[in-house]
C-alpha cells in the first residue's frame, strides 16, 4: 500500500510540476507578447507622428506656392495692362 501512495504523490507531483511548468511557459510567451506588440505600436505611432509632420511640411510648401503663384498672376496682369496701354498710346 505504500508503494501505491508514493507513486499517487510522484504522480501528483509530477502533474503540479507540469502546469506549473506551463503557467510560466504561458507568462513568459505573454510578456514576449506584449513587448512585440508594445514595439509594433510605437512603431506605428512614431510612423504616423513622421507622417503628420511631413504633412504639416507639404501644407506650408503648398501656401508658398499659392503665394508665389499669385504674385505671378498679379505682375503677369500689370505686364498686359501695361503693354495693352502702350499699344493703344502708340497708335
Known amino acids: 500500500m505504500e508503494i501505491s501512495i508514493i ?8 502533474s503540479l510540476s507540469s502546469i506549473l511548468f506551463a503557467f510560466l ?7 514576449k507578447d ?3 506588440e508594445g514595439k509594433f505600436e510605437g512603431e ?13 511640411k507639404m501644407e506650408t510648401d ?3 506656392l499659392d503665394s508665389q503663384s ?3 498672376a498679379e505682375r ?7 503693354y495693352v496701354r502702350d499699344r493703344k498710346g502708340g497708335q
Do not use: T, W, Y
Not at 7 to 14: G, I
Not at 76 to 82: D, G, L, T
Open 70 to 72: 499669385r504674385e505671378l
Open 7 to 14: 507513486v499517487s504523490a510522484v504522480s501528483l507531483l509530477a
Open 44 to 56: 506605428v505611432a512614431s510612423g504616423l507622428a513622421h507622417i503628420k509632420e511631413m504633412l504639416s
Open 25 to 31: 511557459s504561458f507568462r513568459r510567451s505573454d510578456k
Open 34 to 36: 506584449r513587448r512585440i
Open 76 to 82: 503677369m496682369a500689370r505686364v498686359e495692362e501695361s
Open 62 to 64: 503648398i501656401a508658398k
